[in-house]
């Protein structure tokens, strides 16, 4: 699958426009966005990140995954986010 590393995302605000104002950890097949973390717990705040991700991007699904956890799946390591918003 092809994929892409450190993807700079840009953001236009009315007529300001930053080139790269986020960078998105992966992309896999231009269709998912994976943001790779390394924390106690995934909170709030890792979830309104991928969303803002996806809306910006323009992509559907997006997964927060947090590698400071034994079992990824049984202790939460996983979050899936899908862009419900019209573009």
Known sequence: MKFERQKPL????????LDCAYRMDLVVAQSVVIEVKSVERLTAVH?????????????????????DVRNLIANGGVMRRVNNFPE
């Open 10 to 17: 840009p953001l236009v605000y009315g007529d300001v426009k």
């Open 47 to 67: 979830s309104a990140q991928i969303i803002s991700y996806l809306k910006i991007s323009g992509l559907h699904v997006g997964l927060v995954i947090n590698f």
